[in-house]
């Protein structure tokens, strides 16, 4: 399954991290580089805080796995067609 999270905004990277979190090849489009960069950071930030948590110890995926399941564009026709 593919998806692309339009905005990656608060609630669009918080879509993004879990899509790619269960192993869904996310894609998350936005008009600005800069906030791709800020949606990548808080998601990188997120799967290391989620590491700490003692529920987690038993997780099935890396950190590098999950991040490999995003890619982050401000091309929208790559992604989405009608």
């Not at 593919?2 to 090849?25: P, R």
């Not at 894609?27 to 997120?46: F, G, H, P, T, W």
């Amino acid at each position: 399954m593919n998806v692309a999270v339009i905005g990656a905004g608060v609630m669009g990277t918080g879509v993004a991290h879990n899509m790619a979190q269960y192993g869904i090849s996310t894609n998350v489009v936005d008009i600005s580089q800069s906030q791709l960069d800020k949606c990548r950071q808080m998601i990188e930030a997120n799967l290391r805080l989620y590491n700490f948590h003692p529920q987690h110890k038993k997780k099935t995926h890396s950190t590098a796995e999950i991040m490999e399941n995003i890619r982050f564009t401000t091309e929208l026709d790559e992604h989405c067609r009608m």
